[in-house]
């Protein structure tokens, strides 16, 4: 079974105080790892998506880097624009050994709080 | 160009009662997918489509139908309300090529 696991469950920092969100997974097939952004009443925002371990996407203040095991989304001297939850989710093929582009296996997600 | 359009945002319903939530596409994806989302517990699938006539269940399949009679069009239908329904549903789409879904701004539905 897949299983994507996130921690912190929930985060506080100082605006400038520069932290990291941990995704650790286990799943047969991965075919992408995506992070999402999900503000308080809205539907998740699409962020990155990493398909193979040693890359590295960035944007703005975020950047999202992967391993065979983990992911890590790095923030960089955040604002409190940036609180949200963030939400980790693992790509895998619909039916085992599918060649279909699959379904997403979300994490609980992170809460990160940042204070002015 | 709306994305993914779902309504109601919100609904009560009494348990026993059903209901339809309706969720709507206009960027021409063949994926679309329906997830409830409940508090520490994670986006959950519930049931999926890969076009239009092809459906099948997700995780979470038990209490809900869905129909895919179009590529716009992926309601989901709920027959006799149960307290455990209660949660935020999301629609989502995708083109079946990679990259991330899109997701509706949900229906929070309480069962009471």
């Known amino acids: 079974e897949d299983q994507v696991t996130q921690s912190p469950e929930a985060l506080r920092l100082q605006e400038g105080e520069s932290s990291s969100l941990n995704c650790s997974y286990t799943?047969?097939?991965?075919?992408?790892l995506f992070w999402y952004r999900q503000d308080p009443g809205k539907g998740p925002e699409f962020l990155f998506t990493?398909?193979?371990a040693g890359e590295e996407k960035e944007k703005e203040r975020l950047k999202a880097t992967l391993t065979k095991k983990e992911s890590f989304l790095h923030i960089t001297a955040p604002k409190p624009e940036d609180s949200a939850t963030y939400l980790c989710?693992?790509?895998?093929?619909?039916?085992?050994?599918?060649?279909?582009?699959?379904?997403?296996?979300f994490g609980q997600g992170t809460i990160l709080t940042v204070h002015p | 160009n709306a994305g993914v359009t779902q309504t109601p945002k919100f609904r009560i319903l009494k348990i026993g009662q059903s209901m339809t939530l309706q969720c709507t596409q206009d960027?021409?994806?063949?994926?679309m997918y329906w997830y409830r989302q409940d508090p520490g517990m994670g986006l959950k699938l519930i049931y999926y489509?890969?076009?239009?006539?092809i459906t099948d269940k997700g995780e979470v399949p038990n209490g809900y139908n869905v129909s895919r009679s179009t590529t716009e069009d992926f309601p989901l239908r709920l027959e006799l309300a149960a307290p455990s329904q209660t949660s935020v549903y999301f629609c989502?789409?995708?083109w079946g090529g990679g990259g991330g879904y899109t997701f509706g701004s949900g229906t929070r539905l309480t069962v009471v």
């Open positions: 989502a789409s995708s």
């Open positions: 989710a693992v790509r895998t093929p619909l039916e085992a050994g599918g060649t279909s582009y699959g379904k997403l296996t």
């Open positions: 990493l398909y193979s």
């Open positions: 799943v047969s097939g991965l075919r992408g």
């Open positions: 960027m021409n994806h063949n994926y």
């Open positions: 489509s890969v076009g239009a006539g």
